[in-house]
């Protein structure tokens, strides 16, 4: 597609449950990134992957936090037993380095 | 990624060129300097980015100092679309943890 895809665009979940979020990058970019924002927050880094090398997952907070990328092309991040600290706006991003990011809008996830 | 100063705020009027300045004088050579913007409950925009020489694409365009310690944004022609906060980045290519600081938020007033 034309843009970085993310699916769903908001979810809501009660405390304790899995959640599972999808990105669609850029056909061709070989970049994908997880990134997340709280409210009024700067970028929070998760996890990178770059074609067939060993993601980077130095960012994600917890190992309540996994995510893999599938055909080097679409990606999920999936949240185990979450938690109201989760609550934020996941972003997905793809790239072609040294070009810019291009971010999908995002998932805003509540846990009530 | 090198340190970036912004100011916090600029305004300007529909249908003028808006310039968003950023010091970044301790940038290294293999640094490249982005501009993103992030309107109101979406996710960053990428608008451009340089080494050395300007650039220009169908968003802006980018102006570097020949000593690369401070470049400068421009929008041709702002619309009411373009307010946002606008984040100027020294960052590497190899470097992907993406890092925002405070950014310029640009007005743009009927």
């Known amino acids: 597609g034309a843009g970085v895809s993310q699916s769903p665009s908001n979810k809501v979940t009660e405390k304790g449950k899995d959640v599972e979020l999808r990105c669609d990058p850029i056909?061709?970019?070989?970049?994908l990134y997880w990134y997340r924002q709280s409210l009024g927050q700067g970028l929070e880094f998760l996890i990178y992957?770059?074609?067939?090398?060993?993601?980077?997952k130095s960012g994600l907070p917890s190992d309540r936090f996994s995510a893999e990328r599938t055909g080097g092309s679409v990606s999920t991040l999936t949240i185990q037993r979450t938690q109201q600290e989760d609550s934020a706006v996941y972003l997905c991003?793809?790239?072609?380095?040294?070009?810019?990011?291009?971010f999908g809008s995002g998932t805003r996830l509540t846990v009530v | 990624d090198a340190k970036t100063t912004q100011p916090p705020s600029m305004d300007c009027a529909e249908g003028r060129a808006a310039n968003l300045p950023c010091n970044h004088s301790?940038?290294?050579?293999?640094?490249?300097v982005y501009w993103y913007r992030q309107i109101h409950s979406q996710g960053p925009q990428y608008i451009i980015h340089?080494?050395?020489n300007n650039e220009t694409n169908e968003m802006a365009s980018l102006i570097i100092t020949e000593d690369r310690k401070s470049s400068t944004l421009i929008l041709p022609h702002a619309t009411l679309r373009d307010t946002a906060v606008y984040y100027c980045?020294?960052?590497?290519?190899?470097?992907?943890?993406?890092?925002f600081g405070k950014g310029t938020l640009l007005t743009v007033n009927p």
């Open positions: 980045i020294g960052h590497r290519s190899s470097n992907y943890k993406l890092t």
């Open positions: 056909s061709g970019h070989t970049a």
């Open positions: 992957f770059q074609g067939n090398s060993a993601p980077d």
């Open positions: 301790t940038i290294s050579g293999n640094e490249y």
């Open positions: 340089g080494l050395k």
């Open positions: 991003a793809s790239s072609s380095p040294p070009g810019g990011y291009t």
